[in-house]
């Protein structure tokens, strides 16, 4: 494909806004700039190209008019241009084909449904020609090969839920296909990886009580297995809290409220052992934990500081408002996009890390001092 500027664009060059189409065209074109991202506003440009706003208007109409970006409602212009895979010229498509593993336990992985809404979704926003394939595998059961050589633009997407389908790409041998791994960070270096930070964002929680004076601070997890997020959250919770010199308690119980409602029990069976703070290492557990303990008749957060993660419906509309360890599964998704777009897959990072936030509600207050 030509990187020589269309005509169109030529002709601008000697306008006011000839070099803010310049620059605009080249960061797309070089990659700088990515299908997906957008650029700044009217008044910012404005201010960085020194002309003026009629001027950026002309240039960005330009820019939709060449399909280089497009104008969304609500979002401002982004980047629609993809020169890995062909213009409008070639209407070349990539092919998508995202594997789902499904366990046994699939039906409460609300997490799954979230990242293929985000996916059509921001496929769809940044207007990238890509035709979407979705297979829905149990890797517990014998599973063959499941990517195909086909096509010469396919890319494979996983999204690995159990220790089988962890230990079936850990152990993917093929350098023929392009084959991305969503929410992990495994070994294999034939695959790429996009991944939230997990880490980050339990480490952020557990200074934050920390600095609200907190001392004996719990988790309590799914079962965990090499791999999988409740071991990352796990380790980094113990990390965090024995780096800071305290003794971390970490109960791990099904998903089974029976089970949760004996850890919760037995958590604060003493008064003086107690924890004074509670992370959940899974959002969907939350339901579970919230009503064990109620059954222990503890007040949130006036006895217990509350932290889940993941930002679920049924934590949101929980009172009072849950501090959470919000996981950016949208901003995972845009870097996933950037990722399967790119010309070189040999030069493509092996790990796309996205980073976890920690967003303050109302269900953590300072240690000791009662809030009812």
């Avoid at 700044?40 to 970006?69: C, H, M, P, Q, T």
């Avoid at 035709?131 to 149990?138: A, C, H, I, P």
């Avoid at 791990?252 to 008064?271: G, K, N, R, T």
Wanted: contains cysteine; proline residues 6%; neutral net charge.
């Amino acid at each position: 494909m030509s990187k020589t500027a269309p005509a169109c664009l030529e002709k601008c060059a000697a306008t006011a806004y000839g070099t803010m189409v310049a620059e605009i065209r080249n960061d797309i074109v070089c990659g700088r700039l990515s299908p997906g991202d957008c650029l700044d506003g009217e008044f910012e440009l404005s201010r960085k190209y020194k002309i003026s706003r009629w001027s950026v208007r002309k240039a960005l109409d330009l820019l939709v008019e060449n399909k280089l970006v497009a104008k969304i409602p609500g979002k401002g212009t982004m980047v629609v241009f993809n020169p890995g895979y062909g213009d409008a010229k070639t209407n070349e498509t990539l092919r998508l084909v995202v594997l789902v593993d499904t366990p046994p336990n699939f039906e409460h992985n609300f997490q799954a449904l979230e990242i293929i809404r985000d996916l059509k979704y921001s496929i769809q926003e940044a207007r990238i020609p890509v035709k979407l394939e979705f297979r829905f595998l149990n890797f517990a059961d014998e599973v063959h090969d499941p990517f195909e050589s086909s096509s010469a633009n396919a890319v494979f997407l996983v999204l690995p839920f159990s220790r089988h389908c962890n230990s079936f790409l850990e152990n993917y041998r093929s350098p023929g296909e392009r084959v991305v791994c969503f929410g992990r960070r495994l070994n294999n270096s034939l695959l790429r990886y996009v991944y939230i930070d997990h880490a980050e964002g339990i480490a952020k929680a557990v200074e934050y009580l920390r600095q609200l004076g907190h001392r004996r601070i719990a988790m309590i997890a799914p079962p965990s297995y090499p791999g999988s997020y409740s071991e990352v959250r796990q380790n980094a919770f113990r990390e965090a809290v024995s780096g800071a010199g305290d003794t971390p308690l970490i109960r791990e119980a099904e998903y089974d409220s029976l089970a949760v409602q004996e850890i919760i029990a037995e958590m604060f069976d003493s008064p003086e052992s107690r924890p004074t703070a509670l992370v959940i290492a899974d959002g969907i557990w939350f339901s579970l934990v919230e009503r064990a303990i109620s059954l222990q008749r503890i007040k949130i957060p006036g006895e217990l500081s509350l932290i889940s993660c993941d930002d679920l419906p049924e934590i949101r509309a929980y009172s009072p408002a849950v501090t959470i360890i919000r996981q950016p599964v949208r901003n995972a998704v845009g870097g996933l996009i950037r990722l399967i777009t790119e010309m070189d897959w040999e030069k493509t990072p092996l790990y796309n890390p996205v980073r976890s936030e920690l967003v303050v509600r109302d269900s953590c207050v300072p240690a000791g001092i009662p809030h009812f």
